[in-house]
């Protein structure tokens, strides 16, 4: 298994362009999630999904979407980059909708200038 | 709303000794607190899961306690080696007003000495 995937694994984006970030596993697993990681504030949940067809918002969604079409990919979309979305964003799975083992992506470093 | 609490931020200490991280989070109504392991410029690495119902968890030289009614967890480091230096972060699954979400602290970060 590859276990979950992210591209890319860095992007450099000027402001106001937008742009997709993919994530993908291959554990069937129901529960994806997105988080951003910035010094000094932690992980911060962005958006989360508890199966095909149904996302909710987390902890700091504004400036973002997603979609969860097929159960293995939860893209995080940029709508229109701002320099307060320059961060790590991670993404996770886990089975089941009740706080299995997290498994955490790479990561993506994103610059927006 | 959960917040979750880890002391300290940072933890330097000679290879061999044992030590101890903590968590602290303020909503008790949980599911589980999960430990993680981040090394720079990495993603993070679960390291043990403590479901809601149980006391402690082990894998190796780790050992996870939780004390869900006073909101606490400990995680024990024994015999510590400059490979575990690395950034610890601990996590608890929501329930109820929090349902679905994984609430993080800011971790600590620890450095191991040979």
């Known amino acids: 298994n590859a276990g979950v995937t992210q591209t890319p694994k860095f992007q450099v984006l000027k402001t106001g362009q937008s742009m997709t970030l993919q994530c993908a596993q291959d554990?069937?697993?129901?529960?994806m999630s997105w988080y951003r990681q910035d010094p000094g504030m932690g992980l911060r949940l962005i958006h989360y999904?508890?199966?095909?067809?149904?996302?909710d918002q987390g902890e700091v969604p504004n400036g973002y979407n997603v979609s969860r079409s097929t159960t293995e990919d939860f893209p995080l979309r940029l709508l229109s980059a701002a320099p307060s979305q320059t961060s790590v964003y991670f993404c996770?799975?886990?089975?089941?909708?009740?706080?299995?083992?997290?498994?955490f992506g790479p990561g993506t470093r994103l610059l927006v200038l | 709303k959960q917040e979750v609490t880890q002391i300290p931020a940072a933890l330097s200490v000679p290879e061999g000794e044992n030590l101890v991280l903590n968590c602290s989070f303020t909503?008790?109504?949980?599911?589980?607190l999960q430990w993680f392991r981040q090394d720079p410029g990495k993603g993070l690495t679960s390291l043990l899961l403590i479901q809601s119902s149980q006391r402690e968890q082990t894998s190796g030289r780790l050992n996870a306690s939780l004390d869900k009614s006073s909101g606490r967890s400990t995680l024990y480091i024994a015999a510590s080696q400059p490979g575990d230096s690395a950034t610890y972060l601990c996590a608890v699954f929501g329930l109820g007003g929090s349902n679905y979400k994984l609430t993080f602290g800011k971790g600590t970060l620890l450095t191991v000495n040979p």
């Open positions: 554990m069937n697993h129901e529960y």
């Open positions: 996770a799975s886990s089975q089941g909708t009740r706080g299995g083992t997290q498994y």
């Open positions: 909503d008790s109504a949980i599911y589980n």
């Open positions: 999904s508890v199966g095909a067809g149904i996302t």
